[in-house]
């Protein structure tokens, strides 16, 4: 069947053959399958000799597919594959009572992230600051015992040079690692380009103000802010 042959059936019995079409290297038949598993209409094909526990292991092994043929199809420079998979793989796809059709893999999401860097040519700004951040995060979460602070950091000095809320979430972590490291004087720059959006920037510079590089009055100005930005999320 044709990808087109297999969008025309009912939802439920598309599963079986937009897998099969998926192995077969059709790049639209990825993000369609895998959307399927995420959405749970497919758990794999039903086969009724087999125990509970035998069905719950092909259930997983389908769910565990759908996010490898987004992979594949990433692999190929398939744009939707690719932005769809790094979604699934840095948050993960759950559905009622929490049950897990995707869960997160940030070892996947960093292959997903590398891929949409070399083949997203027109990535909007937006997006690539976000990208540098969650690959950040990544990079930490894969490599606790032995964090790579410089590569994040160079990450995320890249995701600030751009537009967008995300480019200030980056300035943000800089700012806040210099925090954490004692850095203040290097901190308040950094912090200050999301002083009008982050309450973590706000709260950081208020501690800087009141405690290591004290002035009353930039103290008294970040209180009253941090207030104002406690009372709008209230």
């Known amino acids: 069947m044709t990808f087109e042959e297999v969008m025309k059936l009912p939802i439920k019995e598309r599963g079986a053959p937009m897998h099969e079409l998926a192995k077969a290297e059709d790049d639209e038949a990825c993000v369609a399958f895998a959307k399927l598993v995420f959405d749970d209409k497919f758990k794999g094909v039903v086969d009724k000799t087999l125990s509970k526990e035998d069905a719950r292991s092909a259930s997983k092994a389908v769910r565990s597919d759908a996010l490898n043929q987004l992979l594949n199809a990433g692999k190929r420079g398939y744009l939707p594959a690719i932005t769809e998979g790094q979604d699934a793989a840095f948050l993960g796809r759950r559905g009622a ?7 997160v893999n940030y070892k996947v999401a960093l292959e997903f992230y590398d891929l949409w860097l070399t083949h997203d040519t027109e990535l909007k700004e937006e997006d690539r600051a ?4 969650r690959k950040a995060t990544c990079l930490r979460l894969t490599n606790l015992s032995d964090i790579p602070w410089d590569q994040m950091m160079e990450l995320w000095k890249e995701g600030s040079t751009y537009n967008g809320i ?3 979430e980056c300035s943000v972590k800089i700012g806040t690692y210099h925090f954490d490291n004692g850095r203040y004087e290097e901190a308040i720059p950094w912090l200050r380009a999301g002083d009008r959006i982050s309450i973590t920037a706000v ?3 208020l501690l800087i103000y009141k405690n290591y590089i ?4 930039l103290y008294a100005s970040y209180v009253e802010l941090c207030e104002a930005m406690c009372q709008r999320k209230s």
């Not at 009572?97 to 869960?103: D, E, G, L, N």
């Not at 004290?214 to 009055?217: G, V």
């Open 166 to 168: 995300f480019a200030v």
């Open 130 to 133: 976000l990208l540098l951040m």
């Open 97 to 103: 009572f929490s049950k897990v059709f995707c869960p």
């Open 214 to 217: 004290i002035d009353k009055d």
């Open 203 to 205: 709260a950081l510079l």
